[in-house]
């Protein structure tokens, strides 16, 4: 059952959508990429997925209201991956105060990046991270400081990107893979593709999640 949550800290108040149930194998929390959110439908998807796989589910806005709303104008704050990261420790925080479940994060675009931030600020909140058609390139210092295991899903067809996460894995000195979906681009929106990302994390997930509760 999905819970509109409130997610925050004094001033900042983020809205999230949390699918939790009882004796879940971890709870997935989701950081988006520049100019999406909690209602992503191609994050819902994947969601959804993770949810019939066992976990648990948090997706959140990392902006507030009022920041969105400006962003959606001048789009200062999609970019700034340092803001998103806090943001994201933010919300991990938030989850720990409601259950010792072991958390995965799953970073798509710019919030890979931002996933890969968070995780090297507070290593001790997250067992696992899944970068979707990432920019953690855009992490910088942060990724030899990462210690969770980390997957990167890169489209065969998505050719830039691919050379930046075979850059930034060769920076990295925690547990990483490069999986290849052959035939996708950026979005993963080819027949199929998306399904193949779900499958991957699920089974990254299990591993350094799920096996270690």
Not at 38 to 65: C, H, I, K, M, Y
């Amino acid at each position: 059952m999905v819970e509109s949550v409130i997610v925050g800290s004094g001033h900042i108040r983020l809205l999230g959508e949390l699918n939790a149930s009882t004796g879940s194998d971890g709870v997935i929390l989701f950081a988006h990429g520049s100019g999406s959110g909690r209602l992503s439908p191609r994050n819902t998807w994947v969601a959804n997925r993770f949810n019939q796989a066992g976990f648990s589910t948090l997706l959140v806005d990392l902006l507030t209201e009022e920041e969105a709303a400006r962003d959606a104008i001048t789009m200062e704050h999609r970019f700034d991956v340092q803001l998103l990261g806090s943001r994201l420790v933010l919300a991990a925080q938030w989850l720990k105060t409601r259950s010792n479940e072991r958390i995965g994060y799953y970073g798509a675009s710019t919030g890979a990046s931002a996933a890969l931030i968070a995780a090297a600020e507070k290593p001790g909140l997250v067992s696992s991270i899944v970068s979707r058609g990432g920019r953690p390139d855009l992490a910088g210092s942060s990724l030899p400081k990462v210690e969770a295991p980390t997957l990167l899903i890169v489209g065969g067809l998505d050719y830039e990107v691919l050379e930046m996460n075979r850059a930034a894995q060769r920076r990295m000195r925690t547990t990483t893979k490069l999986e290849v979906v052959e035939g996708a681009t950026h979005l993963f929106e080819e027949q199929g593709k998306l399904e193949e990302v779900a499958r991957l994390s699920i089974a990254w997930f299990t591993k350094y999640v799920k096996m270690n509760t």
